[in-house]
């Protein structure tokens, strides 16, 4: 069974910036591709950014130039580096990596 710890999310005003962390933990293979979703209130899980073991990165066209998606393998490590953000990314932030999910953290972006 594999654990995902997340952490960074926050309260930031249009503009600004944040950097979420997940940790991952118990039977993870580090070669499991790991990602971010998100879930607006009344919205769907919507994929954010996603990498694979290599470093290979696809992101959600309404991020693209802004969010930075990036991992340390011998950390079993996913980040999400978050600027230029806009009050529509407010939403709780997941982690997600072998078929499991983190336990969520909150991004809210509001002036």
């Known amino acids: 069974q594999v654990q995902l710890v997340e952490s960074g999310g926050g309260l930031v005003q249009p503009g600004g910036s944040l950097r979420l962390s997940c940790a991952a933990s118990g039977s993870f293979f580090n070669r499991n591709p790991m990602g971010w979703y998100r879930q607006a209130p009344g919205k769907e899980r919507e994929l954010v950014a996603g990498?694979?073991?290599?470093?290979?990165?696809t992101y959600a066209d309404s991020v693209k130039g802004r969010f930075t998606i990036s991992r340390d393998n011998a950390k079993n490590a996913v980040y999400l580096q978050m600027n230029s953000l806009k009050p529509d990314d407010t939403a709780v932030y997941y982690c997600y990596a072998a078929n499991s999910w983190g336990q969520g953290t909150q991004v809210t972006v509001s002036s």
């Open positions: 990498i694979t073991w290599g470093g290979s990165a």
